[in-house]
């Protein structure tokens, strides 16, 4: 699907002119309402490197080259290293306890739709309720994201 031209845009997607906003601005109502919830998981309580650890991680599983470019740029401003961003892709990579458990949410969520008990349990020990929720949302929905971003073609910027 292609993206709706400059001319069409709306106040955010000038000052955001990526294909992700571009094309789904075609659907006014409901692309006002994505950038609220969208928005809100990405500036939520959750540390900056633990909410890029996820997306990078779901984007990986999810295959999604435009999630993945995106948020590899985010993933260095959030303060992780090209490597630690390589190593996303690396299922049996060494990381600190807390990296671990933000990637094992991510990978609890790919493969079963749902967390173990044991990280279930190493997710209260870290986070309150509300990060909690948070964590579980923003993989959820980037991973309904980067099934969007791919059935409607959309394409990384050059």
């Not at 991973?143 to 073609?153: D, E, F, N, P, S």
Request: some cysteine.
């Amino acid at each position: 699907m292609r993206p709706l031209p400059p001319e069409e845009w709306d106040d955010f997607t000038k000052a955001n002119p990526y294909n992700v906003f571009a094309t789904l601005a075609r659907h006014p109502g409901l692309y006002r309402a994505w950038l609220r919830f969208g928005g809100a998981l990405l500036d939520g309580t959750l540390p900056a490197r633990d909410r890029e650890l996820a997306i990078l991680r779901t984007a990986y599983h999810a295959g999604s080259a435009y999630e993945w470019a995106h948020h590899a740029r985010l993933g260095r401003e959030a303060g992780l290293t090209d490597v630690e961003i390589e190593s996303v892709r690396q299922l049996d990579a060494l990381w600190p306890v807390e990296d671990r458990l933000v990637l094992q949410v991510a990978d609890d969520l790919h493969y079963a739709g749902d967390l173990t008990d044991a990280t279930w349990a190493a997710l209260c020990d870290r986070y309150d309720e509300v990060g909690r929720i948070e964590l579980v949302m923003l993989v959820a929905h980037y991973g309904m994201l980067a099934l969007v971003l791919r059935t409607l073609r959309v394409e990384i910027e050059e």
